[in-house]
Each structure stands twice: as structure tokens, then as C-alpha cells.
């Protein structure tokens, strides 16, 4: 079982042009502990991101690496989305943070990355996550999710800016995305 299968945006550009397309660089997988550091390093390089401890990136490739990702070109991480399913909704994958490192961005591989999660993570129909109003980069990538899969997107309220206390935090409404239909390989 998979996905419907969604090109990059690569493989869409040539297709337009009737070219072929040339592969992407990045290899896509899970996380393992030698990541935790370098993912680290590319959440640092990747702001407006909350910057958690290296600890906090060597549990998530530790206990949740099943439905993280990593996107590695020779020996750089480039890209990182940290997710995990909700406790009381097993078929809703939370997208906590997502990181395209500058030199890899506007290629698609924040889409490849999200849809690497569909494809491998088993018995996902609805992706959560939140984005700030601001980050129209992160907005046009789930909405561009969205489209190509031709589900709805709803937007919620859910983390307001006084629940962040005296940091200087924006809102960060919810966006559901769903239901994504798995179709038969
Ligand atoms: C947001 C981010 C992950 C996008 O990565 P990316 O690989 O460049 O995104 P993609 O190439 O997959 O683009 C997906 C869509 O978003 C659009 N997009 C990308 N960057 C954009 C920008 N700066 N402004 C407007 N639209 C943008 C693309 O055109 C594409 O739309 P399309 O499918 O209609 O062509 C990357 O910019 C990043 O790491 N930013 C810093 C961290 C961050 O804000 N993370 C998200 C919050 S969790």
C-alpha cells in the first residue's frame, strides 16, 4: 500500500517542458542517533525555529524515528521534519518542526519530506501541524501538500500568543490537513 504517488517539483518543472527529469541529491530516511547532532545544528541555521536541546533531537531520532525524517546529501543533513502521531488520534501525524537548510531550499524537498512521512508512516490520514500567520513559506508548503492531494485544509485556533507567557512568540494556529487516501501499489 501507498500514497498516491505526487512528483517533485523537479519531475514537474521537466514534465512541462517534456524533459526527463534529473534525480534529486538528497536521500530521504529515518533518523538515527548519529543525526542528532547535525540536526541540531540545521534547526540553529534555520530560524524563525524554536532551538530545543541537542537532547531533545537525539529522543526524537532515539524513540520517534519512525516518524521522523532526514534528508542527507553526502555527509550534510539539509532537511528534517520531526513528527509524531497524536496519543488519542493514531491516525494523525502532529508535524512539529521543518527544516530545509537555505542552500537546499525552493527544490521541493520540504514537499519530498512530507510526503516520504505519508508514504512511510502506516495508517495516516490527517497531518496537524502549526504555522505561524508570518511564515508564508511554511503556509504555501502544507497548502501545496493540500492541493496536490486534494484534501482540505482547516485552520484553527490553538496555541495563542499569551500561552507562551514573556517570550516574544506569535500565535501558532492549527492546520489539519485530511483525509489522505492510501491507494493500493
Ligand atoms: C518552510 C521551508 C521548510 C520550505 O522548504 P522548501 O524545501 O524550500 O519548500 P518547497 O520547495 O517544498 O516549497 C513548497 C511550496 O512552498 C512555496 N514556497 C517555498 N518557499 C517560499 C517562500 N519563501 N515564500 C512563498 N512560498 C514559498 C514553494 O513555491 C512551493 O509552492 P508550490 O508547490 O506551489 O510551487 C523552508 O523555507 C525552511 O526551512 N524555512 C525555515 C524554517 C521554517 O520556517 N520551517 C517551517 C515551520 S515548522
Known sequence: MRYLFIPSKAEKNNATAGEVAEPDPWVLRTPGLQDGYAIHQLIAACPPLDLNSVYVYLLLCEHFSGTCVVAAREHDVDGFIS????????NTLFVWQVAVHER???????????????????????????????????????ESLAQDHAVSLQESEFFEQSAFGEQDHPSEPLLRMGPFVRITA
Open 83 to 90: 513528527a509524531y502521531r497524536l496519543p488519542e488520534k493514531p
Open 104 to 142: 537546499a531550499r525552493g527544490s521541493g524537498l520540504g514537499q519530498r519530506m512530507l510526503q516520504y512521512l505519508l508514504e512511510h508512516v502506516a495508517d495516516v490520514q490527517f497531518i496537524e501541524t502549526t504555522v505561524s500567520p508570518d511564515n508564508q513559506a511554511s503556509r504555501r508548503m502544507f
